[in-house]
């Protein structure tokens, strides 16, 4: 089972802004409990989650994951996006919504001359009556330059995206040094590094990394960052992470 991070008496604390978004990344390599995740999800009363690590019909992994998730009927909504297929299905990145999907959309990032090709996807939902843009991605693990070049490509996108409010969760792999997601702070802000606290939400040692919280939400300066926390989980090789945001500009 999961293991929280904070005392006992927080483990059942509700959200303390308007919504609750998380980012986690299930490896579907360690064929992921479903059951078990989405009890996780529900424990810590989350949103809306950006997944990483999917399989859709694959020999590892012969379901649908997302549906999978989507059936338990707490988080009725969900979009998927294929990265690349793989063992005779599909892999790639995902989103878990308790709320409605409006829009859905996604494309390739540049992974030119890499072993795996990545990803983004946005969905559009309401959320007490505003709009709200929320993306997910997976970056490469093969190098900070390719990382840089997928990185600027979704910064380039997001920006070009009128909504008013906007999301992005995902695993970055920025794990040579935390300055690899600074180019991020020139719009949004960052609750993984926010007010200089960060959090290693990798949870397995390996000796090319640097630094291991590799995992990061990144929202529009409109939203404003109530609290952010992990939890430590034997369900991955990655903790979850979460962060309460509130509408600051109403």
Not at 82 to 89: A, C, N, P
Not at 131 to 142: D, K, P
Not at 156 to 165: H, L, P, V
Not at 208 to 222: L, T
Request: net charge negative.
């Amino acid at each position: 089972m999961f293991e929280c991070t904070c005392s006992d008496s927080q483990r059942e604390k509700k959200r303390v802004g308007d919504i609750r978004i998380a980012s986690f990344n299930i490896a579907s390599q360690m064929h992921p409990n479903i059951i078990q995740i989405h009890e996780q999800l529900k424990h810590y009363h989350i949103d809306v989650v950006g997944m990483q690590e999917l399989d859709r019909f694959t020999r590892r992994n012969p379901v649908d994951m997302l549906a999978a998730f989507a059936s338990q009927g707490d988080y009725p909504y969900d979009s998927f996006q294929k990265t690349i297929d793989f063992e005779g299905g599909e892999y790639g990145i995902g989103v878990l919504s308790a709320y409605e999907i409006k829009e859905e959309t996604g494309g390739k990032l540049n992974s030119e001359g890499l072993s795996e090709a990545r990803a983004w996807q946005r969905i559009i939902v309401d959320i007490h009556g505003k709009s709200v843009a929320i993306y997910n991605t997976h970056l490469t693990h093969e190098g900070k330059a390719a990382r840089r070049k997928q990185l600027n490509e979704i910064l380039t996108i997001m920006n070009q995206d009128s909504s008013a409010y906007k999301i992005l969760t995902g695993d970055f792999n920025t794990d040579q040094e935390y300055s690899e997601i600074y180019p991020m702070l020139e719009t949004y802000v960052t609750a993984n590094g926010y007010q200089d606290k960060w959090l290693d939400t990798y949870n397995l040692k390996n000796e090319e990394m640097k630094v291991y919280a590799i995992d990061n939400i990144i929202v529009s300066r409109n939203l404003e960052i109530c609290h952010v926390d992990m939890v430590e989980n034997t369900l991955s090789d990655h903790n979850m992470l979460y962060v309460d945001l509130k509408f600051s500009d109403v």
